[in-house]
């Protein structure tokens, strides 16, 4: 199971960390991430973060709307991953689903192509 938390009602230009543990039978994983949906859109990819390999760093991949902006980062450890949200915008607004997938398909194509661990979402919240 995916467990996010840490959304929330922001001002426009605050920050939040949202946080997702992965547990129970989810053993070995390769990618978690972000997605987002707003009120009447589609949902949409945030961020990912990639286990690397022996020989390389994990890697990371940001949604244009986001970079330089949100910070996604993982600890191991405790299969959890988080996403430092910075310089909120009101266009932000939207419920987070934390993703997860013990494959090498790539987490980007996780919605659109039905597979993945997905987690039950935490809204936030960006006011004006």
């Known amino acids: 199971q995916l467990q996010a938390s840490g959304g929330g009602l922001v001002q426009a230009g605050g920050s939040l960390r949202l946080s997702c543990t992965a547990s129970?039978?989810?053993?070995?994983?390769?990618?978690m991430g972000w997605y987002r949906q707003a009120p009447g859109k589609q949902r949409e990819l945030v961020a990912v973060?990639?286990?690397?390999?022996?020989?390389?760093?994990?890697?990371?991949n940001y949604a244009d709307p986001v970079k330089g902006r949100f910070t996604i980062s993982r600890d191991n450890a405790k299969n959890t991953v988080y996403l430092q949200m910075n310089s909120l915008k009101p266009e932000d607004t939207a419920v987070y689903y934390c993703?997860?997938?013990?494959?090498?398909?790539?987490?980007?194509?996780?919605?659109?192509?039905?597979?993945?661990?997905w987690g039950q979402g935490t809204e936030l919240t960006v006011s004006s």
């Open positions: 973060r990639t286990t690397g390999t022996m020989l390389t760093d994990d890697s990371t």
């Open positions: 129970g039978s989810i053993l070995r994983i390769n990618a």
């Open positions: 993703a997860a997938d013990a494959s090498n398909a790539p987490l980007e194509s996780a919605w659109l192509k039905g597979y993945g661990y």
